[in-house]
């Protein structure tokens, strides 16, 4: 008959060798449970994105339509530049784009001097069609974050058509 010492001392092995185990675990970074908040599979701040999986469809394409950033290069605005949709344009730019665009488009403000910031939207919009544009916010770009989980695609036409209206100041 093994005496309680003799099980007690086979626990207490297993124990030690399964927190060994356990221990040596920590240091597998490959293991899911192991990543901290930023070393995980993810978008890092001022990463470019990357493209939807093929044959996806994003609540926010148009309907029917699977599009990768490409295919939107080739649509036009299907919102007539109305007051209305200016209007809401220009709701959505004061809430969405003016912290790094400034209120005038230039990009005069402390977040934009942060990074290699381009010429100011009134130059640069005048240049760009429509579906750049869109492609632009809606996947965003280095370092413009992408914006197409936030907006939906009548939010960005709406906001294009209010880009179109800014003009260079002294203009």
Wanted: net charge neutral.
């Amino acid at each position: 008959m093994r005496s309680v010492f003799q099980k007690n001392s086979v626990i207490m092995i297993l124990v030690v060798i399964f927190g060994l185990g356990i221990q040596g675990l920590e240091k597998a970074y490959g293991l899911p449970w192991s990543l901290d908040l930023y070393d995980q599979i993810m978008i890092k701040p001022q990463e470019a994105i990357r493209g939807k999986p093929k044959k996806t469809v994003s609540p926010n394409d148009p309907a029917g339509i699977f599009m990768d950033q490409k295919s939107y290069l080739k649509l036009s605005n299907p919102h007539p530049a109305t007051e209305a949709s200016i209007a809401a344009g220009k709701k959505l730019y004061e809430i969405v784009c003016i912290a790094c665009h400034a209120a005038n488009g230039m990009g005069e403000t402390s977040v934009s001097d942060k990074f290699q910031f381009p010429p100011g939207l009134p130059v640069v919009v005048p240049e760009r069609s429509d579906g750049e544009l869109f492609s632009q916010i809606f996947f965003g770009g280095n370092p413009m974050p992408a914006y197409g989980a936030n907006l939906s695609a009548d939010e960005v036409w709406h906001l294009i058509n209010y880009l179109r209206t800014l003009k260079e100041p002294g203009q």
